[in-house]
């Protein structure tokens, strides 16, 4: 069983930046492919980012593509994500994931997550 926690999440304005941090505790934090996900209201979850549990690949959504970026510390259990050019709608729960299915592609979906943080909250303003 994994525990994750984020943190990190603010109220920043347009055109700011932010790194969002999860803290991975319970397992074997290297046996986890691990993403980032948000939700803004009214809308389902999306996936943001990905990185496997090697850190060697990386897969991000369009839409945060040169904005975003997905790293991860496997001595410190944590992953990160560094968001730069945010934008309004970025603003959104952000959640952290992890999936015991290590190296595989095209995971993208909720339901091939298997353990989720509550979520951290950013806000971007104009």
């Known amino acids: 069983q994994v525990q994750l926690v984020e943190s990190g999440g603010a109220l920043v304005k347009v055109g700011g930046s932010l790194s969002l941090s999860c803290a991975a505790s319970g397992g074997t934090f290297s046996n986890y492919d691990m993403a980032w996900f948000r939700q803004a209201p009214g809308k389902e979850r999306e996936f943001v980012a990905r990185i496997t549990w090697d850190g060697r690949r990386t897969d991000h959504a369009d839409s945060v593509k040169g904005r975003f970026a997905i790293s991860r510390d496997n001595v410190k259990n944590m992953i990160y994500v560094q968001m730069n050019e945010l934008k309004p709608e970025d603003t959104a729960v952000y959640y952290c994931?992890?999936?015991?299915?290590?190296?595989?592609?095209?995971?993208?979906?909720?339901?091939?997550?298997?353990?989720w943080g509550h979520g951290t909250q950013v806000t971007v303003s104009e």
């Open positions: 994931a992890a999936d015991r299915s290590r190296g595989a592609v095209n995971r993208r979906a909720v339901a091939n997550y298997d353990y």
